[in-house]
């Protein structure tokens, strides 16, 4: 059996507890280092939570310090800086304004004769982008006939748009349906489109002439049709213009019509269509012919 102290330095011995040392120790550090692990994986994931916490508040941080700081109670209100704005340009003569109420001479609310549609009264004065071009519009209403009619106001003078006739030009043309009736000694179809061209001439007394000349009493046989439609398109617009001058109804109106045309000459038979074509009838009244002729 070896000396003690050889047994101690070469590693060896009898002991039973000494036999165990190295193997216990070995199986504790293992448990250690596993340990060590968990312990590391374990501090490092609050790590990340504070990072992101860090960065919230970097974050809170920022949006603070980008508000403006606010001026302590009692301080004076610092003024801000007035915009200076551009004057607006002003709109030239020839533009038309929001509030536009006169063109011309004619005034909204106002009656007025347009040629080849008769009496119409002014709605308003407004301005429409037509190709790319700005107008000046008058917008007509006609009660009677539903319709209504923008009229450009460059365009008013060659159109022929007028004013309401006035008493002494009303009153001749009353006197005009007592006359005679003159007609020339054409055909029918071209009288007719000169009786069409005085009614949509707009001049009162055209018209007046056009009722007289086609105007048929009981003694005389009846219009054809195209004559009694001219007629009535005669009639119907000149007792419109009357009624809007005196400021009477349209019935008022063709009554004092009627009654003008009852107090011209006694009307006779008329001549037959077709004699003497093209010529004209110099002012002789149909009755007188017949009474010639008999």
Known sequence: ???RWERYFSGHSENPSTRDVRPTQKHVAGKTRHR?????AASRRPKVAVSRSKK??????RRRTSQPARAPQGAPAVKKPAVVRKPEEAPSPGMLGKKATQRHGFKIHEFIVYPSHGVGQILAIEEQEVAGAKLELFVIDFIKDKMTLRVPIAKVASVGMRKLAEGPLVKRALETLKGRARIKRTMWSRRAQEYEAKINSGDIVAIAEVVRDLFRSE???EQSYSERQLYEA???RLAREISAVQRITETEAIKEIEAALAKGPRRGPKPAEGE?????DSGVVMEEE???AA
């Open 290 to 292: 017949a009474e010639e």
């Open 276 to 280: 003497g074509e093209d010529e004209e």
């Open 36 to 40: 060590s692990k968990k312990t590391t």
């Open 1 to 3: 059996m070896l000396p």
């Open 219 to 221: 003694t005389q046989p």
């Open 234 to 236: 005669a009639l119907d």
């Open 56 to 61: 919230a508040s970097a974050g809170v941080r």
